[in-house]
Structure formats: structure tokens, C-alpha cells
């Protein structure tokens, strides 16, 4: 379920679209932001107001990377693991990453702030390796600037 505004917000969405099922990805950013996360029952939930069945909405929501089935923190660190960003060094900001901040990849910090994660291309080759937080993206990232990051961001 969500909140009354986001309902609203909901309906808006579906109305721009000719087929239902077409505002899949705008209705999970929805309630991912309201959740924090894509909840069980929101999986269920939208599937029904998307006229699609549950399976569908869960192809959809685990394919996509943006989108999270459990909680995490308030900083999503995603490290591009694919083969210009690996070839540029991403493999060591992810090795630097787990060690500075204590934390597996697909683990979050116990405080609740960082969430690690490895995903596939970002769309930044040219300026590998990047790393994205939350919707920011950081190119050309160095263990230096990615330290930096962090404790701008603590
Ligand atoms: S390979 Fe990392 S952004 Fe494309």
C-alpha cells in the first residue's frame, strides 16, 4: 500500500501511459521511496493496480539494479564491475571500499549508512572506473577521491 499522495502520484503515473503496465518502473521508484525499499506487499500491490501478474513485477525489480528488495542503507555504493571500469582499477576501489568501510559487498554498514554493492556497466566507460551513490554518479574514481567521498558524506 502507500501513503494517500503517493496514490495520487500513482494514478498520475498510469495516466500517462496507453497500457497499464508500461509505468512499471516509475510505480517501484515510488514505492521504494516510500518504503526504502520494494517491499513484498508492494510487489503484490502493484501488480495488481499494473494489471500484471506478481512474477512479472519481481522480473522487473530484481533485473534492475536501481531498485532494492531489502533494506538498505542511506548510501547505496554501487562499483561498475564490468570490463572497462575493471580494466581501470574498479576491482581495487571495491577491495578498498569493503576494507575502509568493514563491509561485504551486498552488506550494509551496521550503522546503516553504507550499502556495497557491484553492478553491471553504468554508462560511463570513457571515464572508468565509476562508482554511483544512490543517483549521483563519481567517474575516473581513485581510492584517494573515493576516501574523500566518504567522509563527505559520514
Ligand atoms: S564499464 Fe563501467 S561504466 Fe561501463
Known amino acids: 500500500m502507500l501513503s494517500q499522495a503517493n496514490e ?3 494514478d498520475e503515473i498510469i495516466s500517462h501511459y496507453p497500457v497499464k503496465r508500461s509505468a512499471i518502473l516509475p510505480a517501484l521508484y515510488l514505492a521504494q521511496e516510500e518504503h ?3 517491499t513484498d506487499e508492494d510487489v503484490k500491490y502493484l501488480a495488481q493496480r499494473l494489471d ?7 522480473e522487473v525489480v530484481t533485473f534492475y539494479t536501481m531498485y532494492s528488495r531489502k533494506p538498505v542503507g542511506k548510501y547505496k555504493l554501487q562499483v561498475c ?3 572497462s571500469c575493471m580494466l581501470m582499477g574498479a576491482e581495487q576501489i571495491a577491495e578498498h ?3 575502509k568501510l568493514k563491509c561485504g559487498m551486498n552488506e550494509t554498514t551496521p550503522d546503516g549508512k553504507f550499502t556495497l554493492m557491484e553492478v553491471e556497466c553504468l ?3 570513457d571515464l572508468a572506473p565509476c562508482l554511483q551513490v544512490n543517483f549521483d554518479y ?3 574514481v581513485t581510492t584517494e577521491s573515493v576516501d574523500k567521498l566518504i567522509e563527505s558524506l559520514k
Open 52 to 58: 500484471m501478474r506478481v512474477n512479472e513485477v519481481e
Open 8 to 10: 495520487k502520484k500513482l
Open 123 to 125: 554508462g560511463y566507460c
Open 81 to 83: 564491475r564490468t570490463l
Open 36 to 38: 526504502g525499499y520494494v
Open 138 to 140: 563519481h567517474e575516473k
Open 97 to 99: 571500499l569493503e576494507h
